[in-house]
């Protein structure tokens, strides 16, 4: 009965560690912790910086989609993001009727593929500087690196910063951003 507690607490030892050191590489967003075992959804509902994103995926009927297999790489505005968009835009993507607007915006944040900071800077610079990610949602975001840093141009001409790359999650990765992306109107 010993020899059997002392197997089960060096067990629980071994997979608190692993859990702990798989933790460890993923930056924390928001205030919270980011798990490379859960996926997209499950972690962006822990982050603070994420309320507003989290509160249109779930407008636009998202959720079961950036729940699912997957890959999807996801540039992630933050609510500071969100509050860059002139007034009562927010509010107005929100409403039921303007679901389908609120769809297409936050689908060409998305892309297919699993895709890491160092492959989006390597593509970019294999192509004189600029890479063109092609979005579920039908845009595409020009992506650019200057000085080590990813910049991404949008179909509007806007240019968003990624500010904590590599967010690995178990369907994909996130790439938190400081700017809505936004397709040609």
């Given at each position: 009965m010993i020899k059997f507690a002392i197997r089960i607490a060096a067990v629980a030892v071994t997979l608190s560690a692993?859990?702990?050191l798989a933790?460890?590489?993923?930056?924390?967003?928001?205030?919270?912790?980011?798990?490379?075992?859960?996926?997209?959804?499950?972690?962006?509902?822990?982050?603070?910086?994420?309320?507003?994103?989290?509160?249109?995926?779930?407008a636009a009927g998202l959720v079961d989609t950036?729940?699912?297999?997957?890959?999807?790489?996801?540039f992630a505005p933050t609510n500071e993001a969100f509050k860059k968009l002139p007034p009562g835009t927010v509010e107005t993507l929100l409403k039921p009727e303007n679901?389908?607007?609120?769809?297409?915006?936050?689908?060409?944040?998305?892309?297919?593929?699993?895709?890491?900071?160092?492959?989006?800077?390597?593509?970019?610079?294999?192509?004189?500087?600029?890479?063109?990610l092609k979005t579920v949602g039908?845009?595409?975001i020009k992506a650019t690196e200057m000085g080590g840093k990813l910049t991404l141009t949008d179909e509007a001409g806007g240019t968003a910063h990624i500010t904590i790359a590599n967010v690995k999650q178990s369907n994909g990765v996130i790439h938190v951003v400081d700017k809505v992306l936004l397709p040609k109107m």
């Amino acid at each position: 009965m010993i020899k059997f507690a002392i197997r089960i607490a060096a067990v629980a030892v071994t997979l608190s560690a692993a859990t702990g050191l798989a933790h460890a590489k993923n930056p924390t967003v928001g205030g919270a912790p980011m798990f490379a075992s859960k996926n997209i959804i499950e972690n962006a509902v822990n982050s603070k910086d994420h309320t507003t994103l989290v509160a249109a995926v779930k407008a636009a009927g998202l959720v079961d989609t950036l729940e699912g297999k997957g890959p999807f790489t996801v540039f992630a505005p933050t609510n500071e993001a969100f509050k860059k968009l002139p007034p009562g835009t927010v509010e107005t993507l929100l409403k039921p009727e303007n679901k389908a607007m609120l769809t297409k915006i936050l689908t060409c944040h998305v892309v297919a593929g699993d895709d890491m900071a160092a492959v989006i800077k390597k593509m970019s610079m294999g192509n004189g500087g600029e890479y063109d990610l092609k979005t579920v949602g039908g845009c595409t975001i020009k992506a650019t690196e200057m000085g080590g840093k990813l910049t991404l141009t949008d179909e509007a001409g806007g240019t968003a910063h990624i500010t904590i790359a590599n967010v690995k999650q178990s369907n994909g990765v996130i790439h938190v951003v400081d700017k809505v992306l936004l397709p040609k109107m």
